[in-house]
């Protein structure tokens, strides 16, 4: 796949960029990218609670936050914030390489 490299003064690309540069790319029509994307976003938010990797981009991964210590900004009050879990995304090496050259 041959896509412009993009520079720091670009803008970040749309949903619609998006479906249209893979469009292009692929010779697949727009609607039926944009349905592949739909596709892949909702088997993520199914996916989620347990893990999911999209190859070559990242995964996203459930992470256990300890209870802290926080300060309420309005009133200066020392608060408790209990523990939960958050979904994180983990870039893949091959993503960190290419939004971060050395």
Known sequence: ???KKAKPTDKPMTKSKII???SQETGVS???????LGALADLAY???GVG???PGLGKLVVVQRKARK???????????????????F????????AAMPK
């Open 90 to 97: 983990r870039l893949a090496k091959a993503a960190k390489d």
């Open 20 to 22: 249209e540069a893979i």
């Open 1 to 3: 796949m041959a896509f």
């Open 30 to 36: 727009k609607k039926d990218t944009g349905n592949l």
């Open 46 to 48: 199914a996916q989620a």
């Open 70 to 88: 926080g300060r309420n900004p309005a009133t200066g009050e020392t608060i408790k914030i209990p523990a939960k879990k958050v979904v994180k």
């Open 52 to 54: 999911f990797t999209v």
